[in-house]
């Protein structure tokens, strides 16, 4: 059974700085492509940024590139995003996902909410 848990959401003031981590279990992890999407009260989920299995490749959406960036610690099977320059238009609940046999499993969600 898949099972991740999203942690170190907050309030953070604009300009400032988060990370958020992604405990994964029940899968061989480095494997797999992490991804991160978030969603906005309102909004539909959307893409936020993905690490590939080995950590050699990562990409970002627009909106966030330059700004976010994805990691990987395979060994302790955590996937992670760090977010500089917080701006009020991130704040949503961050999700991590992953895509096993044709099924995407995702964590419960952190919130991230940034005050201007």
């Known amino acids: 059974q898949v099972h991740m848990v999203e942690s170190g959401g907050g309030l953070v003031q604009a300009g400032g700085s988060l990370s958020l981590s992604c405990a994964v279990s029940?899968?061989?992890?480095?494997?797999?492509?992490m991804g991160w999407f978030r969603q906005a009260p309102g909004k539909v989920r959307e893409f936020v940024a993905a690490i590939s299995g080995s950590g050699g490749r990562e990409i970002s959406a627009e909106s966030v590139k330059g700004r976010f960036t994805a990691s990987r610690d395979n060994a302790k099977n955590t996937v992670s995003l760090q977010m500089n320059s917080l701006k009020p238009e991130d704040t949503a609940v961050y999700y991590c996902?992953?895509?096993?046999?044709?099924?995407?499993?995702w964590g419960q969600g952190t919130q991230v909410l940034v005050s201007s």
């Open positions: 996902k992953v895509e096993r046999r044709g099924r995407d499993y």
């Open positions: 029940g899968l061989a992890f480095d494997s797999y492509v």
